[in-house]
């Protein structure tokens, strides 16, 4: 099992920037891939940016160039920079892991708020 904790959340003024950290608990050497999502009130969960064991991370249209992805170590799983950040970025933002050989996401935290002001 792995228990994912999200942080880093904050209200911050729109151009400004945010790291949200992801630690993970438990048996974390199984895990493969590490994403991030985000859901917007009123709006379904979306994708913002994922990343694979020794790969190269992939995201979303409209995060590209703003925001980036990276791993960590064991514990600090992974990290999501966060710059130039728009009113439109508001929202909860979660932590995914999936293992080896996993089609989908296996594990999710509880989520961090990010609220970007105009």
């Known amino acids: 099992q792995v228990q994912l904790v999200e942080s880093g959340g904050a209200m911050v003024q729109a151009g400004g920037s945010l790291k949200l950290s992801c630690t993970a608990f438990?048996?974390?050497?199984?895990?493969?891939?590490v994403a991030w999502f985000r859901q917007a009130p009123g709006q379904q969960r979306e994708l913002v940016a994922s990343?694979?064991?020794?790969?190269?991370?992939v995201y979303a249209e409209f995060v590209k160039g703003r925001f980036a992805i990276s791993r960590g170590d064991a514990k600090n799983l992974a990290f999501l920079q966060m710059n130039s950040l728009k009113p439109e970025d508001t929202a909860v933002y979660y932590c995914?892991?999936?293992?080896?050989?996993?089609?989908?996401?296996?594990?999710w935290g509880r989520g961090t708020q990010v609220t970007v002001s105009s």
């Open positions: 995914a892991a999936g293992l080896s050989g996993s089609p989908g996401y296996d594990y």
């Open positions: 438990g048996n974390v050497f199984s895990i493969n891939v």
């Open positions: 990343i694979e064991s020794g790969g190269y991370p």
